[in-house]
């Protein structure tokens, strides 16, 4: 679990407002314009195409040379100023007029100003082809907006100085004084106005208005909004009394308190009492921009009251999180909305417990005077455990049945089992006051659960089919059946995971009883779970709550092969869980568990298993696991798990790779086809079942690789591709950030950033070709190569020193720098860390062989990296090469070299991103040297650490055997020698490397 800080929440899952269920559960049903047959819609107005378009009467055509045969709109209308929207079915009997022939219809609704509404039209003609067309507009009438860049502004050192009714864009270009007009802490951008001193302007994304349109002119918005920055806005408000809005977008969190609002001069009143704020929701992106509402200290909608004069609106950025495009004022809503009539109760199911199982949806609606049948609407939205789902508009005859007096109906829904729901009920009364409620309840019915608390204890042992709370003071050890790397909370009272109260939906069984969850859930922590799962096939679930952002892999389950009540115990992984965010670390969802292709996870019972789930990247609390009957009709592709090493490391040194093959239906050993390094092997190791094969085969070490393994069983055919290096943390390694500096100086094994600030000197250590204005130059003091944080996958050595990881940029034709070391002695192949993405590219390594330390150095060239494209940060191994595609063996003797990296010698070829270089030691080229000294015959060859070279001579190549000459010779990188008798007439020797 992570801690719970304390911040505003915005509801992302469960139970909709009932705006957005009104707005965003339509679109789903209905989805965009849509065409068929010969059915047509058209001169729809108002049509969203910019804000403002204040009109009574909602008016379209609707044309067919069959004719026309049903028209209807499904209309949501909100006050700007909140409330309960107001969702109506209207057709030609209630709400719509209609003339003109049938081919050609004209029709109308009437609408309210001051409204946001969306609507959703549907049109069918004689021959069944049907047209379907969704809007979204406003029918608002501001009295007044001012622009959040036209703050006041200074001229001719006079401050406070300010416009009365702007033209669009007359605050361009004009400055201001900070502290007085404004206040500025950041940086950002000054497309609009000065900055500094004045607020940082940008062009804004937002819908468009008529002052903009087709007029050249650019709509702006304030951003980089940091705490305590503000903006004076002086006018001659008009006379009246409003409320406060503002057109705002957040990219990021909820705010609560994102801006406030005051008057530091003017006769201009706030009603009620401050602050008075603006609180940002997100809505999807920075550009993404709704109405914000002023609000005093108790939540209510704040009134200015204005005389008519001068008056100064300060708006002071508080918690931030928003973009301001403009801001209104609207005549204050005095007319309260009536209390409604119609009472809806006896909901069953309501969601009061989890697992309601019912096969439909029942609810009352009383009235003293009574309700019209027609004026009864629910939303439906339904989602299966996996996430799919859909959601649909009923209404009397139409997915519902309504039965019973005006003064008492009784409503009816049928619904299906293991279904999560989301329900919208709006009732209409008499004199048109709405009265409606949210709920969310599901129909599981559960084929077995087990809590994430009743992990295995004593060394293995578990209960089957436990009591409540059954594993109570049931301790666990550590290493066999759990780990915990992160010691909480134990509100369960056991040694094991830390547990913690839940404060997810009850459920019937656990009534009399503390539930629990299992929290604090860090990368490495696991736990086991032994039971005797009922026969079957099955699905697996879990019940879990995020209070952060969602995870590609929170947690991982597993089936323990052997060794449980061990600390040596084996696993096959199954799949993950990812655990999305849920708006609070107690606010619950269902997280299927989904293999590496994205398909739920079958799980055969019938037997007694142990299932271990293991937290990944974290982010969640669990409740508990339930398995659901999977549909075995469903045909799962074979697939490719636990492949390691997975390339998630830069240093993953083994002489070896597996991986499991997952098949539904069984895999035949002749069916796995490993491609490796462009040719595919034999001698594949398995074991395990042909519905979970354990693949192994060995690979080079100390080299880059890529692997393509096809896997093909009776439902089909996959291919999956994995790319990874399996070099050793501990080659030797050069940052390309660490050249040399003042003439030809360097460090023999500097440590991390040990070359920070110090400055290279053009033309001798280093070249940049390409100086531009973009250039940043965090870690050498100028002149030097531009460098940047690299991103790439974390060193230790970095991690250990808290350090950053640098590469150098903009590194193209002509740019080179020079690497003075004193390189260890042995034959190596090159290997370098490069990122490109503009397009493939090259770098040349060379050796300086005279001018150190001058201008006229002279260069033996050695070879050259070959660089594809795939992003800026996407780094990737890339070999020293020579020109038929060989790697390049440079041999070194312990001496100090320059070696000189170069970008692409190819004019036309981009600049490449270079974050460091490693030597990879190889088997030199066995050459073999003979010297012969009187009877003493010397033999000379280059060994390599960590192999062994054994000399053997004949006097005759006849002879039928190579006899050994001494004792096998163990490399050092370094030329060795032994020595043998120069007798008789003939001698040959050979050496063979072991």
């Given at each position: 679990?992570?801690?719970?800080?304390?911040?505003?929440?915005?509801?992302?899952?469960?139970?909709?407002?009932?705006?957005?269920?009104a707005?965003a559960?339509?679109?789903?049903?209905l989805?965009?314009?849509?065409?068929?047959?010969?059915?047509?819609?058209?001169?729809?107005?108002?049509?969203?195409?910019?804000?403002?378009?204040?009109?009574?009467?909602?008016?379209?055509?609707?044309?067919?040379?069959?004719?026309?045969?049903n028209?209807?709109?499904q209309?949501?209308?909100?006050?700007?100023?909140?409330g309960?929207?107001?969702?109506?079915?209207?057709t030609?009997?209630?709400?719509?007029?209609?003339?003109?022939?049938?081919?050609?219809?004209s029709?109308s609704?009437?609408?309210?100003?001051?409204?946001?509404?969306?609507?959703?039209?549907?049109?069918?003609?004689?021959?069944?082809?049907?047209?379907?067309?969704?809007?979204?507009f406003?029918?608002?009438?501001?009295?007044?907006?001012?622009?959040?860049?036209?703050?006041?502004?200074?001229?001719?050192?006079?401050?406070?100085?300010?416009?009365?009714?702007?033209?669009?864009?007359?605050?361009?270009?004009?400055?201001?004084?900070?502290?007085?007009?404004?206040?500025?802490n950041g940086?950002?951008?000054?497309?609009?106005?000065?900055?500094?001193?004045?607020?940082?302007?940008?062009?804004?994304?937002?819908?468009?208005?008529?002052q903009?349109?087709?007029?050249?002119?650019?709509?702006?918005?304030?951003?980089?909004?940091?705490?305590?920055?503000?903006?004076?806005?002086?006018?001659?408000?008009?006379?009246?009394?409003?409320?406060?809005?503002?057109?705002?977008?957040?990219?990021?969190?909820?705010?609560?308190?994102?801006?406030?609002?005051s008057?530091?001069?003017?006769?201009?009143?706030?009603?009620?009492?401050?602050?008075?704020?603006?609180?940002?929701?997100?809505?999807?992106?920075?550009?993404?921009?709704?109405w914000?509402?002023?609000?005093?200290?108790?939540?209510?909608?704040?009134?200015?009251?204005t005389?008519?004069?001068?008056t100064?609106?300060?708006?002071?950025?508080?918690?931030g999180?928003?973009?301001?495009?403009?801001?209104?004022?609207?005549?204050?809503?005095?007319?309260?909305?009536?209390?409604?009539?119609?009472?809806?109760?006896?909901?069953?199911?309501?969601?009061?417990?989890?697992?309601?199982?019912?096969?439909?949806?029942?609810?009352?609606?009383?009235?003293s005077?009574?309700?019209s049948?027609?004026?009864?609407?629910?939303?439906?939205?339904s989602?299966?455990?996996a996430?799919?789902?859909?959601?649909?508009?009923?209404?009397?005859?139409?997915?519902m049945?309504?039965?019973?007096?005006a003064?008492?109906?009784?409503?009816?829904?049928?619904l299906?089992?293991?279904?999560?729901?989301?329900a919208?009920?709006?009732?209409?009364d008499?004199?048109?006051?709405?009265?409606?409620?949210?709920?969310?309840?599901?129909?599981?019915?559960?084929?077995?659960?087990f809590?994430?608390?009743?992990?295995?204890?004593?060394?293995?042992?578990?209960?089957?089919n436990?009591?409540?709370?059954?594993?109570?003071?049931?301790?666990?050890?550590?290493?066999?059946?759990?780990?915990?790397?992160?010691?909480?909370?134990?509100?369960?009272?056991?040694?094991?995971?830390?547990?913690?109260?839940?404060?997810?939906?009850?459920?019937?069984?656990?009534?009399?009883?503390?539930?629990?969850?299992?929290?604090?859930?860090?990368?490495?922590?696991?736990?086991?779970?032994?039971?005797?799962?009922?026969?079957?096939?099955?699905?697996?679930?879990?019940?879990?709550?995020?209070?952060?952002?969602?995870?590609?892999?929170s947690?991982?389950?597993?089936?323990?092969?052997?060794?449980?009540?061990?600390s040596?115990?084996?696993?096959?992984?199954?799949?993950?869980?990812?655990?999305?965010?849920?708006?609070?670390?107690?606010?619950?969802?269902?997280?299927?568990?989904?293999?590496?292709?994205?398909?739920?996870?079958?799980?055969?019972g019938?037997?007694?298993?142990t299932?271990?789930?293991?937290?990944?990247?974290?982010?969640?609390?669990?409740?508990?696991?339930?398995?659901?009957?999977?549909?075995?009709?469903v045909?799962?592709?074979?697939?490719?798990?636990?492949?390691?090493?997975?390339?998630?490391?830069?240093?993953?040194?083994?002489?070896?790779?597996?991986?499991?093959a997952?098949?539904?239906?069984?895999?035949?050993?002749?069916?796995v086809?490993?491609n490796l390094?462009?040719?595919?092997?034999?001698?594949?190791t398995?074991?395990?079942?042909?519905?979970?094969?354990?693949?192994?085969?060995p690979?080079?070490?100390?080299?880059?690789?890529?692997a393509?393994?096809?896997l093909?069983?009776?439902?089909?055919?996959?291919?999956?591709?994995?790319?990874?290096?399996?070099f050793?943390?501990?080659?030797?390694?050069?940052?390309?950030?660490?050249?040399?500096?003042?003439?030809?100086?360097?460090?023999?094994?500097?440590?991390?950033?040990?070359?920070?600030?110090?400055?290279?000197?053009?033309?001798?250590?280093?070249?940049?070709t390409?100086?531009?204005?973009?250039?940043q130059?965090p870690?050498?003091a100028?002149?030097?190569?531009?460098?940047?944080?690299?991103?790439?996958q974390?060193?230790?050595?970095?991690?250990?020193?808290?350090?950053?990881?640098y590469?150098?940029?903009?590194?193209?034709?002509?740019?080179?720098?020079?690497y003075?070391r004193?390189?260890?002695?042995?034959?190596?192949?090159?290997?370098?860390?490069?990122?490109?993405?503009?397009?493939?590219?090259?770098?040349?390594l060379?050796?300086?062989?005279s001018?150190?330390g001058?201008?006229?150095?002279?260069?033996?060239?050695?070879?050259?990296?070959?660089?594809?494209v795939?992003?800026w940060?996407?780094w990737?191994?890339?070999?020293?090469?020579?020109?038929?595609?060989n790697?390049?063996?440079?041999?070194?003797?312990?001496?100090t070299n320059?070696?000189?990296?170069?970008?692409?010698?190819?004019?036309?070829?981009?600049?490449?991103?270079?974050?460091?270089l490693?030597?990879?030691?190889?088997?030199?080229d066995?050459?073999?040297?003979?010297?012969?000294?009187?009877?003493?015959?010397t033999?000379?060859?280059?060994?390599?650490?960590?192999?062994?070279?054994?000399?053997?001579?004949?006097?005759?190549?006849?002879?039928?055997?190579?006899?050994?000459?001494?004792?096998?010779?163990p490399g050092?990188?370094?030329?060795?020698?032994?020595?043998?008798?120069?007798?008789?007439?003939?001698?040959?020797y050979?050496?063979?490397?072991q």
């Amino acid at each position: 679990m992570k801690p719970k800080i304390q911040s505003p929440q915005i509801a992302t899952k469960g139970i909709l407002t009932p705006l957005t269920m009104a707005l965003a559960i339509v679109c789903l049903m209905l989805g965009v314009e849509k065409s068929r047959g010969q059915a047509t819609i058209s001169n729809v107005f108002p049509d969203g195409a910019h804000l403002f378009e204040p009109s009574g009467i909602l008016s379209f055509n609707a044309s067919s040379p069959a004719g026309i045969s049903n028209i209807s709109v499904q209309l949501t209308a909100a006050k700007l100023t909140g409330g309960s929207p107001l969702l109506r079915t209207l057709t030609s009997g209630n709400g719509l007029t209609i003339t003109g022939p049938a081919n050609n219809e004209s029709v109308s609704a009437s609408l309210s100003t001051n409204r946001l509404y969306t609507a959703v039209i549907q049109v069918t003609d004689n021959n069944g082809g049907s047209a379907s067309k969704t809007v979204t507009f406003d029918t608002i009438s501001p009295a007044y907006t001012f622009e959040a860049e036209d703050y006041d502004y200074t001229s001719n050192s006079v401050s406070g100085l300010f416009i009365d009714a702007p033209q669009t864009n007359a605050y361009a270009t004009l400055s201001a004084t900070d502290g007085i007009d404004c206040h500025h802490n950041g940086s950002g951008g000054q497309s609009y106005r000065p900055n500094p001193p004045g607020l940082a302007s940008e062009t804004a994304g937002d819908v468009p208005r008529v002052q903009y349109m087709g007029t050249g002119k650019t709509d702006y918005d304030i951003g980089f909004n940091n705490g305590g920055d503000f903006g004076n806005y002086t006018r001659s408000y008009p006379a009246g009394v409003y409320n406060v809005f503002m057109r705002g977008s957040d990219g990021n969190g909820p705010t609560s308190d994102s801006a406030s609002m005051s008057i530091p001069s003017g006769s201009a009143t706030l009603d009620g009492s401050g602050p008075y704020t603006f609180a940002v929701l997100p809505l999807g992106g920075w550009q993404v921009y709704g109405w914000v509402p002023l609000k005093d200290s108790s939540g209510n909608l704040a009134q200015l009251t204005t005389d008519g004069s001068a008056t100064t609106l300060r708006v002071t950025i508080d918690g931030g999180n928003m973009n301001a495009n403009f801001y209104m004022l609207l005549p204050a809503d005095t007319n309260a909305a009536g209390v409604a009539d119609a009472v809806i109760n006896n909901i069953y199911p309501d969601g009061t417990v989890q697992f309601q199982m019912t096969n439909e949806l029942t609810f009352n609606i009383t009235s003293s005077l009574g309700v019209s049948t027609s004026d009864i609407t629910v939303q439906l939205a339904s989602t299966n455990l996996a996430g799919a789902g859909s959601s649909h508009l009923l209404s009397d005859g139409n997915g519902m049945t309504v039965t019973g007096p005006a003064t008492n109906k009784s409503v009816s829904i049928p619904l299906a089992s293991n279904l999560v729901y989301t329900a919208f009920i709006q009732v209409i009364d008499a004199n048109g006051n709405p009265a409606s409620t949210n709920l969310s309840f599901d129909t599981i019915q559960p084929a077995y659960t087990f809590e994430s608390e009743d992990f295995d204890y004593g060394g293995g042992q578990f209960i089957d089919n436990p009591q409540i709370n059954g594993y109570t003071h049931l301790d666990g050890i550590s290493g066999v059946d759990f780990i915990n790397n992160n010691p909480s909370a134990q509100d369960y009272q056991r040694v094991g995971l830390s547990t913690e109260n839940v404060g997810d939906t009850p459920r019937l069984s656990h009534a009399g009883f503390q539930d629990y969850d299992v929290g604090f859930n860090n990368g490495g922590n696991w736990a086991n779970y032994t039971r005797t799962f009922p026969a079957g096939t099955y699905n697996i679930y879990l019940r879990a709550a995020d209070g952060n952002g969602s995870s590609s892999d929170s947690a991982s389950l597993a089936l323990v092969t052997s060794g449980l009540g061990t600390s040596s115990q084996t696993i096959t992984r199954l799949g993950t869980f990812s655990v999305p965010g849920s708006g609070g670390w107690q606010k619950y969802e269902w997280v299927p568990l989904k293999d590496i292709a994205g398909n739920l996870v079958q799980f055969t019972g019938g037997s007694t298993n142990t299932l271990r789930i293991t937290t990944d990247n974290g982010n969640y609390n669990a409740n508990f696991f339930l398995l659901m009957p999977a549909d075995v009709t469903v045909k799962v592709l074979p697939y490719v798990d636990n492949f390691v090493p997975d390339g998630s490391g830069m240093f993953q040194y083994t002489n070896s790779l597996s991986f499991i093959a997952h098949s539904q239906v069984g895999l035949a050993t002749s069916n796995v086809v490993l491609n490796l390094d462009g040719a595919i092997v034999s001698g594949l190791t398995f074991s395990g079942p042909a519905t979970a094969l354990q693949v192994s085969h060995p690979v080079q070490p100390n080299a880059f690789h890529t692997a393509v393994i096809t896997l093909t069983d009776a439902n089909g055919t996959i291919a999956y591709t994995n790319s990874f290096g399996t070099f050793s943390s501990t080659n030797y390694t050069w940052e390309a950030e660490d050249y040399d500096y003042n003439n030809g100086q360097f460090q023999d094994n500097p440590q991390v950033d040990a070359y920070s600030g110090q400055s290279g000197i053009p033309g001798v250590d280093f070249l940049e070709t390409d100086p531009n204005g973009s250039e940043q130059f965090p870690y050498r003091a100028f002149p030097a190569m531009p460098t940047s944080p690299a991103g790439d996958q974390p060193r230790d050595q970095f991690v250990a020193a808290s350090g950053t990881d640098y590469n150098i940029g903009f590194f193209g034709g002509g740019s080179w720098c020079n690497y003075t070391r004193s390189y260890p002695p042995g034959t190596y192949n090159v290997v370098g860390r490069f990122a490109e993405g503009a397009a493939p590219t090259e770098a040349i390594l060379s050796q300086v062989t005279s001018g150190l330390g001058t201008t006229n150095q002279t260069k033996n060239f050695l070879g050259t990296f070959y660089v594809p494209v795939g992003g800026w940060s996407s780094w990737g191994w890339q070999s020293l090469k020579d020109a038929s595609g060989n790697l390049v063996k440079v041999t070194l003797t312990g001496a100090t070299n320059t070696l000189q990296l170069g970008g692409s010698p190819i004019g036309s070829q981009p600049e490449v991103n270079v974050n460091f270089l490693m030597l990879v030691s190889t088997p030199p080229d066995l050459v073999v040297t003979i010297s012969v000294n009187g009877t003493n015959a010397t033999i000379s060859f280059p060994t390599q650490t960590g192999a062994n070279y054994q000399v053997q001579f004949k006097h005759s190549l006849t002879d039928a055997t190579w006899s050994p000459l001494g004792s096998p010779v163990p490399g050092n990188n370094a030329v060795r020698s032994i020595n043998g008798p120069a007798t008789g007439s003939s001698s040959f020797y050979r050496v063979q490397v072991q």
